[in-house]
């Protein structure tokens, strides 16, 4: 896990994550799109942004994911998340979204998969797995995520402090 971060450090381009925080910011709509194990790191990304402020749907059902690309246009972004970049559906979804003039943006661990091919913006994970589920790519993905988050609460903070304050105060009495 530990040199999946590393050599994800090594390869992951900060232009790139300006490039996908720049866009985030300048969406007027943001889907986020991922299947199988992917779905975990799409879901994280949704729930970072969403307490940030940012406006975003995450739908878990595919065929949404597809309904959500071909609504996509011009000033939209659609986030596709998928470790292999040969997930049929993630690589669609990116695809549709793109022809109709949507910035896409993929996180993937292979920069040469479909769902690269059809994105606008590339963020790289890497991991050499030994296992069949790619536990040490997932870490190294919801690092991205992350840092995707936390560049986005840095660029407004004033924004991030109330939807954080106003978060804590909603969950606070559903604690035990």
Known sequence: NVQALYDTLELLDAAEV???VDALEAADTVTIAGVGGSSIVSQALYQRLFRLGRVCDAP????????????????DVVVGVSYSGVTKDT?????RARQDGAVTICVT?????????AADIVLCSVSHETRAEPIAARIAQLTIVDAIAVVYALRHLDRTLVSDARFNEAAVPRSI
Do not use: C, Y
């Not at 595919?62 to 246009?73: C, D, E």
């Not at 690589?91 to 695809?95: E, M, S, T």
């Not at 661990?109 to 091919?117: E, F, R, V, Y």
């Open 91 to 95: 690589a669609q979804v990116l695809d």
């Open 18 to 20: 300006i490039r996908a």
């Open 109 to 117: 661990g292979n920069a040469q998969s479909p769902a690269a091919k």
């Open 60 to 75: 878990l059902d595919a065929q949404l994911q597809v309904m959500h690309a071909a609504l996509a246009g011009a000033g």
